[in-house]
C-alpha cells in the first residue's frame, strides 16, 4: 500500500517549526497605541503573552493591549490543545423482499450509521481566532473501492477552556446480504481540525490507514472513490474526479 507521511508527524513538525521560529528570532510587537518594542515570543499564559526582550528580560503582555495583527500572530503560533471524541452509532433491522418475483424471498440487513465528534479545548491560553472542523465518514463497496460518503465541515471558536462543540453526520445507511445489490458499506471516519493558515491542529481517525493516507483523504471532495492503493478512481458516472479542499 503506498502510503503517506502520518498526519501526526505533519502536525508535531508544523507545530515545532511554528513554535520554534516564534521563540528563536525576534520581531516588532506593536499596542494599540502605536508604541513597539522588540522581542520573541516565548508562550501564551492565559491571556497574556509571555516576551523576552533583546537584554534577556522576560515581560507578560496582555493580548488585548496587543495590536490585532499581533493578537493573531501570537495565537496562530501556540494553537490549543483539543479533545476529540468521537462515536460512530449503527442501528440496524432486518426485512425481506421476493426475489425476482419468486415465492421465495431474500432477508436483507440495513444498517444506518451516523458519527458524531465533540471537539473540547483542554488548554487555558486564549485562542480567539477560528478552527475549522471536518469529518470524513468512509465506505467500502463490494470491490474494496473506498468512497467518501460524506465530508461536514464546521467553524468553530473556543473562547475558553472546556467549550465544547459537536460536529456530526448525516445518517449513512448501507444494505447487506441483498443479491444484485452493490451499496457501499461503513467503513470508519476521519476527523482533522485546522486553523486560518490551513495547519492541521488535532486529528483522529478510526484506523491506523486512513491516518496514514490522510493528505490523499483531506484533499478529495465527497463522493471521491479511491482504490485499495489509495490512488484516486473515476466516479461511477465516468467522469473524471475532482479532487480540492473545501474548507
Not at 513554535?19 to 492565559?46: C, F, H, M, P
Not at 444506518?112 to 465506505?139: C, D, E, F, H, I
Not at 459537536?166 to 451499496?183: C, M, T, Y
Not at 493516507?213 to 465527497?222: H, K, M, P, Q, S
Request: proline share 2%; net charge neutral; hydrophobic share 35%.
Amino acid at each position: 500500500m503506498k502510503t503517506t507521511k502520518a498526519i501526526t508527524l505533519l502536525t508535531a513538525m508544523s507545530t515545532a517549526l511554528i513554535y520554534s521560529t516564534a521563540t528563536a528570532e525576534s520581531r516588532i510587537w506593536t499596542d494599540t497605541t502605536g508604541k513597539t518594542i522588540e522581542a520573541e515570543q516565548v508562550n501564551v499564559l492565559n491571556d497574556q503573552v509571555l516576551l523576552r526582550l533583546v537584554d534577556g528580560k522576560e515581560i507578560r503582555v496582555s493580548l488585548n493591549s496587543l495590536s490585532a495583527a499581533d493578537r493573531r500572530a501570537a495565537m496562530i503560533s501556540q494553537p490549543p490543545t483539543l479533545q476529540l471524541n468521537v462515536s460512530a452509532k449503527t442501528s440496524r433491522s432486518n426485512s425481506s423482499m421476493a426475489n425476482g418475483g419468486r415465492r421465495s424471498r431474500v432477508q436483507v440487513e440495513e444498517e444506518t450509521t451516523r458519527v458524531t465528534v465533540a471537539l473540547q479545548k483542554t488548554s487555558s491560553a486564549a485562542y480567539a481566532l477560528p478552527l475549522n472542523a471536518v469529518l470524513y465518514v468512509l465506505g467500502e463497496r463490494g470491490e474494496g473501492q473506498l468512497e467518501v460518503v460524506d465530508k461536514v465541515s464546521r467553524t468553530v471558536t473556543f473562547s475558553e477552556k472546556g467549550r465544547e462543540f459537536v460536529l456530526a453526520s448525516d445518517p449513512f445507511e448501507s444494505i447487506k446480504r441483498q443479491a444484485g445489490e452493490h451499496r457501499t458499506e461503513y467503513k470508519g471516519w476521519l476527523v482533522t481540525v485546522l486553523d486560518s493558515n490551513g495547519e492541521v491542529v488535532a486529528t483522529k481517525s478510526s484506523a491506523g490507514e486512513f491516518m496514514e493516507n490522510a493528505e490523499v483523504l483531506l484533499a478529495a471532495t465527497e463522493g471521491a472513490f479511491f482504490d485499495d492503493d489509495y490512488s484516486p478512481l473515476k466516479p461511477r458516472g465516468g467522469t473524471e474526479m475532482t479532487q480540492s479542499r473545501r474548507f
